[in-house]
Nanobody, 124 residues
Framework: QVQLVESGGGLVQAGDSLRLSCAAS????????MGWFRQAPGKEREFVAA????????YYADSVKGRFTISRDNAKNTLYLRMNSLKPEDTAVYYC?????????????????WGQGTQVTVSS
């Protein structure tokens, strides 16, 4: 059974940092791109960041560029999202996803595997 399990969310103040992790089990995704998406209350799920199969390419939403860093450790089958300078508008449930292809994608439908999400709340 394929599972993606996120961790590291929590309640922080504006300007703080968090690191999210996503551990994969049931299969490896070393040949697949992976990504982070988020969904705020009342809003659609949106793309945050993606990384190619070997970490050679990354892509970020404009809203997080320069503040968030996506990385992966294929030996540990784990994906990370380092979030610095957090803002209240970053408040959302954050989901990791494993892609259908090896290259990065911002498209929701290119990610067939999803975790259950971890809540990030940023207070002002």
């Amino acid at each position: 059974q394929v599972q993606l399990v996120e961790s590291g969310g929590g309640l922080v103040q504006a300007g703080d940092s968090l690191r999210l992790s996503c551990a994969a089990s049931g299969r490896t995704f070393n040949n697949n791109a992976m990504g982070w998406f988020r969904q705020a209350p009342g809003k659609e799920r949106e793309f945050v960041a993606a990384i190619s199969w070997n970490g050679g390419s990354t892509y970020y939403a404009d809203s997080v560029k320069g503040r968030f860093t996506i990385s992966r450790d294929n030996a540990k089958n784990t994906l990370y999202l380092r979030m610095n300078s957090l803002k209240p508008e970053d408040t959302a449930v954050y989901y990791c996803a494993a892609g259908r292809w090896s290259g990065v994608s911002t498209t929701f439908h290119d990610y067939p595997y999803w975790g259950q999400g971890t809540q990030v709340t940023v207070s002002s």
